[in-house]
């Protein structure tokens, strides 16, 4: 059932299936818990049950409670745009909509952990004035900063200073991108004791955290911002291709097919991309959608770069072919 609902996620979503879809999910019960796993946070309670309802409830107080233990703790989310928020709010100062503040907490909301030098900061942010200039300039960026944050002389200090650095204090300030190193680290690093379960799991989470391309601000040096978003993006492919061999290890293909996608949308002519997506869509029974992958992605690559696959993808093809005429012939 979760592999159909990769393939039919839109129609699912509509209020005409919502409630032979719940029905369905409760006569499954624990057998549909990793069709529960696929649906998006914000439409999951209008598939459960009442009681099941209420046990997401339990989970989400339990969550939040440890989220904001300190009331102070502010949250800035920088994929899929800009955002800044504390206790669940957002914050909505009018200094936030100064280009250069968001630009400023953007910056080091990267740097999480580290300070960031002075010069830096004003050679990024003020690239054609000189020194002294771009000096002051981050002096008020940095105050109108710190008021944006709503911060004060006796609350949480969310920008620190030290010596010739500035930096977002890690006590009262996480990220997005702080939260997806953590993920993608458990992810890629294959500690022992985590199992395949908890990989996809993990990718999940990733993905879900994932909303889009890394937030670039206007009006500054785009350099640090653009290398960033690259990195971001390769990091996140990395970690579906992870997610999508476990998963299909695991004969998880309803997990395999919602990777792929998450894959494909950031980065569609990764070719060990397009080679788990074949893999995906074989064991799915979609040979349709593996002839239609490989000949689009020729297309591609004829009409770009003037060059053929990659050996691997092309015998990947030639095999998944040649394996459904030998289950034809013996039809």
Not at 100 to 126: D, I, N, P, Q, Y
Not at 210 to 221: H, I, S, T
Not at 302 to 313: F, G, Q
């Amino acid at each position: 059932m979760s592999a159909w609902f990769s393939l039919n996620k839109t129609a699912m979503f509509e209020d005409s299936f919502r409630l032979p879809a719940r029905i369905a999910m409760l006569s499954l019960g624990d057998r549909a818990d990793a069709l529960r796993r696929l649906l998006p946070k914000e439409k999951l309670r209008s598939y459960l049950g009442p009681r099941e309802v209420c046990q997401l409830r339990i989970v989400d107080a339990a969550h939040n409670e440890a989220m904001h233990t300190d009331d102070g703790v502010a949250y800035i989310t920088l994929f899929g745009g800009f955002r800044a928020e504390r206790n669940g709010h957002t914050l909505t100062d009018a200094r936030w909509k100064r280009k250069k503040c968001t630009a400023l907490a953007a910056r080091l909301a990267l740097s999480m952990g580290s300070f960031v030098g002075r010069k830096e900061l004003t050679e990024e942010m003020w690239p054609k004035i000189d020194y002294k200039h771009g000096r002051e300039n981050l002096y008020v960026a940095t105050s109108s900063l710190r008021g944006a944050m709503g911060q004060t002389a006796t609350g949480p200090q969310y920008v620190i200073t030290q010596s010739e650095g500035i930096a977002f204090n890690s006590e009262y300030v996480m990220t997005d991108a702080l939260q997806f190193e953590r993920y993608a680290r458990e992810i890629l690093l294959k500690h022992a004791g985590i199992s395949g379960h908890q990989v996809v799991e993990m990718c999940l989470k990733l993905e879900e955290l994932y909303k889009g391309e890394l937030f670039v601000p206007q009006n500054v040096d785009p350099t640090f911002f653009l290398h960033m978003r690259s990195q971001y993006q390769n990091r996140f492919v990395n970690c579906m291709i992870r997610g999508i061999d476990t998963a299909l290890d695991n004969d998880d293909l309803g997990a395999a097919s919602w990777l792929v996608e998450a894959g494909l949308k950031v980065c569609p002519r990764r070719e060990d991309l397009v080679r788990r997506a074949m893999r995906t869509y074989e064991m799915s029974g979609r040979r349709n959608d593996v002839v239609n992958m490989y000949q689009s992605h020729l297309h591609f690559l004829d009409s770009t770069i003037k060059n053929a696959p990659e050996p691997e993808t092309q015998r990947t093809y030639e095999q998944i072919i040649e394996r459904a005429k030998t289950v034809e012939m013996l039809a």
